[in-house]
Structures are given as structure tokens and as C-alpha cells.
């Protein structure tokens, strides 16, 4: 559910629904409880709910901050991963220059196939949250086929050899890294704690008795907009290849790989 919401919704009518439903619920919430228990304005309990308050809000406040750097941290490190993979693959197909036309010919074709495999094929399944290792498989054993078959000639070749190997050894390494990125999302456990956090905490604010009804409505409001937008921040990072905020597949379209995308 969440990927598909994602993957059809942008961040603003996310943000529009998460924040704007959350506001409109509990002011909906802290009117209709002010109206069943009209003794609520004197706010008689004030001190006790103000220490609450502040208590449950500042454990929930630690957790959902742990929870969005780590979100946060994860994207990042995966747009580094799809990165140095892209890089690996230009690096590659600059090395293939010191070798002979047939087998640089063979190179290029295979790294192609394999290039546009990943953004046409792979890309797709990685933002539905199906990462499928089998997708590209074919297509990126073909690239070792042509390094293992050949065999370096001069001094010359043997060192862009040799410098070829260890880059599509470390393409090997970051793909597996970015389909496992692709699978990972918050743990069951954090999620409802995020989640359900807010159901304990917003419903405290209606506890907060004033004597205006217009200045309670903004400060549950405020404390509301504040929870719905770090939960939003939650959703939309908590799977980096889905929505708008995922990681993009540019780098394998830019540099060397360009010319694999020319007509």
C-alpha cells in the first residue's frame, strides 16, 4: 500500500494529506471532546497534562528523530552506491579503449545490454519493492564473458586488463548492495511506534484545558501540523527507490554511459 502510494501520489498531495488530515482530526477531535466535557476549559488539570506532555513529548520527539536520520542516512548511502556502480561501469568502458576494435566492440555491447537492463528492467521492479537479481543476471555475466574470454597481448593491455576486472568486480559488489537497499524498510516494530506514538501524544493535547477555544484549536493544531509533517518525512523516506524523493537512475545515463542512450 504505502509503495503504491508513493509511486502514484506526489510528495505534495502526500503532504497535503498526511499533514492536512492529521490537523483536521485532532481540531476536530479536541472540539468535540471540549464539547463533551465543557469543564475541560478551566483547566484545572493543566499541570498534570503539562508534565505528561512534556514527557511523552520528548521521548517521541528522540524516537521519531532517530527514525528520520537513519531513514535520511540510508537514502543517502544507497544514491552513493547507484553512484560508484555508474562510475565502475564509465570506468569500465574507458578502459576498453586499449583494447583491440573486435573485443572493445563485444565490451560495449554487453555493458550497453547491461546498462539498459537495469534502468528499463530492474529500475521498475527495485520502485515496486520486487528487486529481482535474475533481471539483469544475463546481461551483466555476458560483460564477464568477454573479459574472461579475451586475453591481453601487450604490457599495455594487461595493466587496462587488469584495471577492467577489479572495476566489474566492484560493479558485482555494488549491485548486490542496491538490490539489498531495495528490499530495506523500517522494521515492523519502529513503524508502529512512529505511528502509534502519535495516536498517544496528539490525543494528550485535547487534555490541555484554555480558556479561549480559538488559541486551544492552534495549539493542538501546531503540535498536529509538527507530528503529521515528521511522520510524512518517515513515509516517503522509508523506501529509497519509490516517490519522488527515490534515488534516481541518471548516473547510468551520464559520462561514458551516455553514448549507450544515443539513437
Keep these: 500500500m504505502s509503495l503504491w502510494l508513493l509511486n502514484h501520489f506526489s510528495t505534495f498531495t502526500l503532504a497535503v494529506a498526511t499533514v492536512g488530515g492529521t490537523v483536521v482530526l485532532a481540531v476536530t477531535g479536541s472540539v468535540l471532546l471540549r464539547r463533551r466535557y465543557p469543564s475541560l476549559a478551566e483547566g484545572e488539570h493543566n499541570d498534570m497534562v503539562g508534565v505528561t506532555l512534556g514527557m511523552f513529548g520528548a521521548i ?3 524516537i521519531l528523530a532517530f527514525v528520520i536520520v537513519t531513514l535520511w542516512t540510508q537514502l543517502e548511502s544507497t544514491q ?3 553512484a560508484a556502480e555508474a562510475t565502475d561501469m564509465a570506468l569500465i568502458a574507458r578502459d576498453a579503449a586499449a583494447f583491440p576494435p573486435p573485443v572493445r566492440a563485444r565490451l560495449d555491447d554487453a555493458l550497453s545490454d547491461y546498462v539498459h537492463a537495469v534502468v528499463e528492467v530492474q529500475w521498475p521492479l527495485m520502485r515496486e519493492g520486487v528487486p529481482s537479481y535474475e533481471a ?3 546481461k551483466f555475466q555476458a560483460v564477464y564473458d ?8 601487450t604490457a599495455h593491455e594487461e595493466v587496462f586488463y587488469g584495471e577492467a576486472v577489479d572495476h566489474l568486480n566492484d560493479v558485482a559488489s555494488q549491485r548486490r548492495a542496491r538490490l539489498t537497499m531495495a528490499e530495506q524498510q523500517l ?3 519502529l513503524q508502529a511506534l512512529a505511528f502509534g506514538g502519535a495516536l498517544v501524544l496528539i490525543p494528550l493535547t485535547f487534555l490541555y484545558g484554555m480558556r479561549k477555544l480559538r488559541i486551544q484549536l492552534l495549539f493542538v493544531a501546531s503540535v498536529a501540523a509538527l507530528i503529521g509533517f515528521s511522520l510524512l518525512l518517515v513515509f516517503v523516506l522509508d523506501r529509497p527507490f519509490a516517490g519522488e524523493l527515490s534515488v534516481s537512475p541518471a548516473p547510468y545515463r551520464e559520462g561514458a554511459l551516455a553514448r549507450y542512450w544515443t539513437p
Design 60 to 62: 517521541y520527539g528522540i
Design 80 to 82: 552513493t552506491i547507484v
Design 136 to 138: 539483469t543476471a544475463v
Design 146 to 153: 568477454v573479459l574472461q574470454e579475451y586475453e591481453p597481448k
Design 187 to 189: 522494521p515492523p516494530l
